[in-house]
């Protein structure tokens, strides 16, 4: 019996030990790339070539972030700040409005709106590319940043419709009757009763629609042209043709694009996780 | 007093679909202009010969898309789609339970690894293409470093026709697996705590639970992250636009880039435009057919 369990310990010992040895190479390669990009981007042109690229930098220099910042990276910040912050206003508006009726009222065309908006979800944004392109055009909207809110509303309306009708259906019908009994009609029920008991579900869609929003790339790349009026995605482009041999330099540049990202995992580690992995209800 | 009764009934059942429709219409207009209308448009346009500019649309029927029955081009991107999804669901999933099943057992020591591991979901599909397109350089990349440490030389991965497709897939590993990760946390909280301790006091060490418990709870978890992991597959764009174009010749072409490229690039839109019909008929489809096999087996617990 003693030697039983300690010949358990020992194995359950050894395959610790064999786990914990996997778990670091795992982060090893989840590491590396981001270490060669922030390592990277503090050397200088010549310095990387010839010192090799595991070699740390010779001194902390910023002089590649202030010639990056010298660009036009500001005015992509910017851009994407405000795209970001009117879509999600919008996008999250038009969810819980529709997420209303869809978990709570009865009526005859419920399931078919409902199964419409979901089955949404898996189709390829690339089939609206072209007409949403001519769109923006006689709309004369290309080539401004208000020529993406509208797509960014739209393709993140049906996850954010699916996510928060299942989050509303859990409110307890109680509150409600409560309400009408003491004489709410249904539009003063959404907003006085509804909508302040989504909290949660909202911020976290935000969240998670937020880093959507954030790092989108097609809509930008087809329906902006000019820099200035380009998001942050997609700022690499104008030093990519100035600087392509300088990878120090395309390396402080994705180093900045990424760091609003850190600085928000940093401050808000469990909700970010928590938000991205919103899609992770059943599908 | 009965008919009262029912005209009242019927009264209330009006007001709440006049508020239905009230709620709706937003989501309604807005998905009608840009995801309904747009698909439409785009089926329209696939039966024109069209530069996307010029107001000389030629309607030319369904020559695009006999053209795309055969273009070879369009299948080995197709194939090549198919190559990336099985391949991320054999190695992202199990990968990302494996992760999401130490941390699980670890407990609290396990955090930074976990907040190690999660570091690659920050950065955007474009970055990461980026990053790597330089960190797989055949000059100065991680990989041919690393060969030279050992004596060896220069490795070009993304210049070679024959590995372009499988480093593709790799980055994609690397990018989403620790979104499969945070996925499988996720399942095991569903997994409660008492299912666990039921088990240990049973006598079940970590692997019985692990295999006769743990797994049977999480399959539906696995399952719709089979799921999104294929849909996500088929539209796969940002990352190998960035990294590859789609080259070298069309060794890593995928339906999405192909699309873009005759759309944008060689602005041929009606054929473009039947391209993205193929690829959201082909996508649909598939995504039908793995509802059906998933739902039809419906197991419970």
């Known amino acids: 019996m003693e030697q039983e369990y300690r010949k358990n310990r020992i194995k359950s010992r050894i395959s610790w030990v064999i786990a914990t040895i ?54 992509y910040f910017l851009n994407s700040v405000i795209v970001l912050f009117v879509s999600l206003a919008v996008l999250l508006i038009i969810s819980a409005f529709a997420s209303y009726p869809l978990s709570r009222f009865k009526f005859k065309l419920n399931g078919f709106v409902y199964a419409v908006i979901v089955a949404c979800m898996s189709i390829p944004v690339h089939i609206t590319l072209i007409p949403i392109f001519k769109m923006s055009q006689s709309m004369h909207l290309y080539d401004s940043i208000w020529a993406l809110i509208g ?75 000019s820099q200035p009026n380009r998001t942050l995605p997609l700022a690499v482009w104008e030093f990519q043709g100035q600087y392509s041999m300088n990878t120090p330099m395309i390396m402080a540049v994705l180093t900045l694009t990424v760091l609003p990202m850190i600085i928000m995992f940093i401050f808000a580690q469990d909700k970010l996780i928590k938000g991205m992995a919103a899609g992770a209800v059943k599908g | 007093m009965k008919k009262g009764e029912i005209s009242l009934a019927k009264k209330r059942q009006r007001d709440t679909n006049r508020v239905a429709a009230i709620f709706l219409a937003p989501v309604v207009i807005c998905l009608v202009i840009y995801i309904f209308y747009p698909i439409i448009e785009t089926f329209r346009t696939s039966l024109l010969n069209w530069n ?3 107001a000389n649309q030629e309607f030319i029927g369904l020559d695009n898309w006999a053209k795309l029955l055969q273009d070879g081009k369009f299948w080995t991107a197709f194939f ?65 470093s690393i060969s030279q440490l050992f004596g060896g030389g220069n490795i070009d991965l993304l210049g070679n026709p024959k590995t372009a497709l499988y480093t593709v897939i790799g980055v994609v590993a690397w990018q989403f697996t620790p979104f499969y990760m945070v996925y499988c946390v996720a399942g095991y909280t569903n997994v409660s705590e008492e299912v666990y301790e039921a088990s240990v006091i049973d006598g079940a060490n970590k692997r019985q639970y692990f295999f006769h418990i743990a797994l049977p709870l999480l399959k539906p978890t696995l399952k719709s992250a089979a799921v999104l992991s294929m849909v996500g597959s088929l539209k796969y764009f940002d990352l190998v636009y960035v990294m590859t174009g789609g080259g070298p010749g069309d060794s890593t072409e995928l339906m999405a880039t192909y699309m873009y490229k005759l759309s944008f690039a060689q602005f041929n839109m009606g054929y473009g435009s039947a391209v993205a019909g193929g690829m959201f008929l082909l996508i649909s489809l598939i995504s039908l057919l793995t509802m059906k096999v998933l739902n039809g087996k419906k197991e419970d617990y």
């Open chain 2, 80 to 144: 090549n789609n198919i190559k990336i999804m099985i391949l991320s669901i054999i190695i992202q999933i199990p990968l990302g339970l494996a992760m999401a099943t130490f941390v699980e057992f670890a407990g609290k020591k396990s955090t930074i690894f976990k907040i190690v591991w999660f570091i690659p979901m920050l950065m955007s599909s474009v970055a990461i293409g980026f990053l790597f397109t330089y960190a797989l350089a055949t000059n100065g990349g991680i990989i041919s």
């Open chain 2, 52 to 54: 996307g500019i010029s």
């Open chain 1, 151 to 225: 797509p960014y509303v739209a393709i993140n309306i049906p996850i954010s419709v699916f996510i928060l009708t299942s989050f509303m259906e859990q409110i307890p019908k109680e509150i409600e009757e409560a309400a009408t009994i003491d004489g709410c009609g249904k539009i003063r029920i959404f907003f006085s009763v509804i909508l302040p008991m989504a909290k949660p579900g909202l911020s976290t869609l935000a969240i998670y629609n937020g880093v959507n929003i954030w790092n989108e790339f097609i809509f930008g790349y087809t329906l902006t042209q």
């Open chain 1, 22 to 75: 996997l778990a670091v190479f795992a982060a090893v390669v989840a590491i590396t790339p981001f270490i060669f990009m922030v390592m990277n981007s503090f050397k200088d042109k010549f310095e990387m070539l010839t010192k090799g690229v595991f070699a740390l930098p010779a001194k902390l220099d910023f002089s590649n972030y202030q010639e990056v910042i010298q660009g036009n990276f500001f005015k």
